[in-house]
């Protein structure tokens, strides 16, 4: 399957990192037997919604044709609308942005150390994605939604968290908003399934937090800081516990670096650490034409589907079925060409 990058397609990729998703789109959209991609489009993300800035904005303006643009101004010469929300605070740490709003449940969390993507839902329609990242990828993004309208438009002034912002909209129930920097970052929240009225209430119920009160409002499935160690371990003694021959020699928790907070991206990163080194260790040797340790490598990938990690995540994503298609690759007796781009392996 070749799959083609559609208006939808470019709509479900994750902001961060913009453009190394959209490169990894277009390998990952080369048929199997070329690029070793097992048809799938995104190996990491869910349910994503964010546009690509810059390298996709061009694609964005000539497939997006907009069917209701509302009261958005293309001159930005209105007064902002402010739009009241908590005290954001004094910390210099308080930069990370929450919303706290009655029956909006965190479904994803995607932290890095200065930037995420956090996804809350209420009921089957609605959505609310917001993320945050440093000040000098601001202007990138800023270009890129400005041409959400055509033609393009700096957006709607509007005031959020105490801060000047813009907003946009693309489509009668789906609106975002750019907030300017502040303590380094700078903030965008995107609302699906519900009107203007219903998005700007929201945007009141959002409220700025240091890593502290971030990770207060994660409910248990998510990993706080300092426990990293802790869960990767876990996850590595799932796999040990299926995998004949054991974990890589080179793989162990010290040697993993994730701080992922969602546990589908840091099931990701551990499982694609096993698999890369497993996959390196097979190319490796079928350079050298060792047989014996080329035997070794395919019948620990063999296990892969015996994961504990791979078989909780098969239901939320598509990482675990690209990593299966590897392994069936290497079953069939080839090196899968293009694994390390499709698995994000580490450099």
Request: aromatic fraction near 6%; charge should be negative.
């Amino acid at each position: 399957m070749n799959p083609k990058l559609t208006d939808e397609a470019v709509g479900a990729l994750p902001l961060s990192p913009g453009r190394e998703e959209l490169l990894e789109e277009i390998i990952m959209s080369t048929p199997l037997h070329e690029a070793g991609a097992p048809g799938a489009t995104d190996a990491r993300s869910r349910r994503s919604r964010w546009l690509v800035p810059l390298v996709a904005a061009a694609t964005v303006a000539a497939l997006a044709t907009p069917l209701w643009w509302g009261e958005v101004t293309t001159g930005g010469t209105a007064e902002p609308t402010a739009v009241e929300s908590a005290d954001p605070g004094d910390s210099g740490e308080a930069y990370r942005v929450v919303l706290d709003a009655p029956g909006w449940m965190l479904e994803t969390a995607s932290v890095e150390a200065s930037s995420a993507e956090l996804t809350y839902r209420r009921g089957a329609d609605q959505e609310v994605s917001v993320m945050w990242s440093e000040e000098d990828s601001y202007e990138d993004y800023l270009v890129d939604r400005e041409h959400i309208t055509d033609p393009p438009s700096p957006g709607e002034p509007i005031v959020v968290l105490g801060r000047d912002a813009r907003m946009w909209a693309y489509g009668p129930t789906d609106h975002t908003m750019m907030r300017e920097p502040q303590r380094g970052h700078w903030a965008e929240v995107r609302g699906t399934g519900m009107d203007r009225a219903g998005y700007e209430a929201l945007l009141a119920r959002l409220r700025l937090v240091d890593q502290a009160g971030l990770e207060s409002t994660f409910s248990g499935g998510f990993v706080a800081s300092g426990a990293h160690s802790e869960a990767i371990t876990e996850i590595l003694h799932g796999i040990g516990s299926v995998a004949d021959p054991v974990l890589p020699a080179d793989v162990a928790p010290g040697s993993i670096a994730s701080d992922q907070s969602d546990p589908y991206h840091l099931g990701a990163d551990v499982a694609g650490a096993v698999a890369c080194a497993w996959l390196d260790e097979l190319r490796a040797a079928h350079r050298a034409g060792d047989e014996d340790r080329a035997a070794a490598a395919a019948t620990a990938l063999a296990t892969s589907r015996r994961w504990p990690v791979l078989r909780e995540m098969a239901d939320d994503g598509g990482y675990a079925d690209v990593l299966w298609g590897y392994a069936d690759q290497v079953a069939a007796g080839t090196v899968p060409r293009g694994y390390r781009q499709g698995l994000g392996c580490p450099s």
